[in-house]
């Protein structure tokens, strides 16, 4: 299940970073992986550590969008706490799905839209509640932001 904390979470570790000194590139072959790659920075994973970019051409992992890096490690090390506000609003459906195969805990920030993305199962971790509705997400979500003052 994808739980998420709103506000500011101090150990919530910094996803690029993390990345950066922790990928493994067997984690490349993976399906979910690829579509990750895919669907958030529109690139294709050609092999070993090349993805093929529309804008940049063909580049290393390390050149792949902060979003993605967040997500790979969100997926790859489920029982650490990434803080996922580098991740845009188009990565909710990858989050989605990610909380479908692992439990797993993010830090948010932000309020980020699952607008379309019903079914979904999350908990919000400030508070226990667990939504199913993208109605019941945003009032949780804003609720708690603003408590949080941000």
Sequence with gaps: MLRIFFGDMKDAA???TWFKYNYDPSWFNDELV???IREVDHTEYVS???FDSPVLGMIPPERLSGGVKTLIMIYKMPERIFDATSCGPNC???LIEIGKRENVTINLRYYMPMKGLEPFEIEIANTGEIVTKEKDYTLAALDCLD???M
Excluded: D, F, I, T
């Design 147 to 149: 408590e949080a003052g």
């Design 34 to 36: 690829q579509r990750m």
């Design 48 to 50: 070993g550590c090349v």
């Design 92 to 94: 909710a459906h990858s």
């Design 14 to 16: 910094y996803g690029p």
